[in-house]
């Protein structure tokens, strides 16, 4: 079966360490997304990615990085500048043909919470 | 700037009735339109889109959606609720830069459905 896997599924990260979130899809997609979900606030774009070797700020980047050296990955890295990082955080991927409108298609996301 | 709306925190509905779930958007141009769910520690699940056509749009698990637009709104109904569709439910608008598509997600609608 196509999908999105993440991992792990809880991450607890201790003051002033860095934790790298995995994402890998097997849906042949070209574009990539990181989103970050706070209760009350949606979802929040923190980086996406539409080739590889090549990525964007999404609207909350500030204390994230990403890269994105295979089409199957697009890990995120949670540094100790994030302040306030506990947060579910969910990756996507889609086409990269916008105008087929197609749906972005989900992972089931990394609880990160701080020790 | 693209954005949307869900002015309900949460609706309550009693099963065998029918439900709605209020979006409305603000878009610059033509707005292409997303409903998602997601179920309690997972990721987000499509659910139905508008692009152009039939304002009557048909989705899965029974849900279907209407675009006004006179009234910036798409608003997601099911004729008839089940305990089972309790979760959180989110409106996006698509937009584009270059050739990425990014969605804006709205902050979500938990409906509760109760026997």
């Known amino acids: 079966d196509g999908g999105i896997t993440q991992s792990p599924k809880y991450l607890f990260r201790k003051e002033g360490q860095n934790v790298t979130l995995s994402c890998e899809q097997n849906?042949?997609?070209?574009?990539m997304y990181w989103y970050r979900q706070d209760p009350g606030q949606g979802l929040r774009l923190i980086y996406y990615?539409?080739?590889?070797?090549?990525?964007q700020k999404g609207d909350i980047a500030e204390g994230y990085s990403v890269s994105r050296e295979k089409k199957e990955s697009f890990p995120l890295t949670v540094t100790s500048a994030q302040k306030n990082p506990t947060a579910f955080y969910l990756c996507a991927s889609s086409t990269r043909d916008s105008f087929n409108n197609q749906p972005q298609h989900f992972g089931d996301g990394t609880r990160l919470s701080i020790l | 700037a693209q954005s949307v709306a869900q002015p309900e925190d949460q609706v309550n509905v009693a099963e065998g009735n029918p439900l709605t779930v209020k979006c409305t958007y603000s878009?610059?141009?033509?707005?292409?339109l997303f409903w998602y769910v997601q179920y309690p520690n997972r990721g987000l699940q499509f659910l139905l889109k508008y692009i152009t056509g039939d304002n009557l749009v048909k989705g899965s698990y029974g849900f279907e959606a209407e675009f006004n637009k006179s009234q910036t709104s798409f608003h997601l109904k099911k004729p008839s609720a089940l305990v089972s569709d309790s979760a959180l439910y989110f409106c996006a608008v698509r937009f584009d830069t270059g050739t990425a598509s990014k969605l804006t997600f709205g902050t979500g609608t938990r409906l509760q459905v109760t026997l």
């Open positions: 878009v610059s141009g033509n707005p292409y």
């Open positions: 849906l042949n997609h070209d574009a």
């Open positions: 990615s539409q080739i590889v070797n090549d990525f």
